[in-house]
């Protein structure tokens, strides 16, 4: 993993020898995005409050009011950050998202470790400490983003290759492709033309349970001809 100072951007070499870089968030846009979320679970912790005041048993609101707190404080950040790709409201907002410091989706363990210790980050008050170990850190990590393995950057909407894959036979995907499985198909077809038959048999394995009676080349040959078709439907 490279860092650069200039213009905040890590990189990291995956095993395929492929550089992978985003943009890591500032300090304020990391700061407008928790005041966002923060406001969001105020206003839920308000009508928890509400419905509190008419239980018949005091203690039972109390009980039911200090479960719905720890929930939103720790669980709308675990639960958003785990099941939305590493993004929250505020983070969504401010068109952020949190992933492994080696660029890869936030795991669910990564995801719970970071929320687990935000108390840390929230010491002594206003989120002291989160915010001085953001600063001091050269990836702008708090507190839980050392401890779990994560970065927070700006999040960059796959865009497809420009580069033009070679003359041959183009296919409709027999089922419909998010843009990020797009870009997957368009990336694996420019590495498949300039690798060994080999090693993209190998990477077209995900594949298989979608091209059951497809062997590896064809496999290979069919994945780069979706690409070719939605390259062209790219460029329509």
């Known amino acids: 993993m490279r860092h650069s100072l200039l213009d905040d951007r890590i990189y990291v070499e995956t095993a395929e020898g492929i550089v992978l870089s985003a943009v890591l ?3 304020l846009s990391r700061a407008y995005a928790l005041i966002i979320d923060v406001l969001l679970i105020l206003g839920l912790l308000f009508v928890c409050l509400f419905i509190a005041a008419f239980l018949p048993d005091i203690y039972v609101a109390q009980g039911f009011f200090l479960l719905m707190y720890f929930l939103l ?3 709308y950040f675990f639960f958003c950050e785990w099941r939305f790709s590493g993004r929250t409201l505020g983070k969504k907002m401010m068109n952020l998202q949190v992933v492994g410091a080696d660029l890869l989706p936030v795991s669910v363990s990564q995801a719970a470790w970071r929320n687990v210790l935000r108390y840390v980050d929230f ?3 206003f ?3 989160g915010m001085l170990s953001v600063l001091i850190s050269d990836k702008n990590q708090r507190v839980g983003d050392w401890l779990a393995g994560t970065v927070v950057i700006f999040r960059q909407e796959p865009q497809l290759p420009q580069q033009a894959l070679a003359a041959g036979e183009a296919t409709p995907p027999l089922w419909r492709l998010s843009r990020a499985e797009q870009r997957i198909i368009m990336d694996f077809a420019h590495y498949a033309q300039q690798h060994q ?3 993209a048999i190998e990477l077209s394995e995900p ?3 979608l091209l059951p009676e497809c062997s590896g ?3 290979v040959a069919r994945l780069i001809a979706y690409a070719r078709y939605l390259q062209g439907a790219a460029k329509a």
């Open 25 to 27: 968030a500032d300090p």
């Open 73 to 75: 404080m720790w669980g």
């Open 123 to 125: 010491m002594p008050a």
């Open 127 to 129: 989120f002291a400490c």
């Open 197 to 199: 038959l080999e090693r």
């Open 207 to 209: 594949f298989a349970a």
């Open 217 to 219: 080349e064809q496999r």
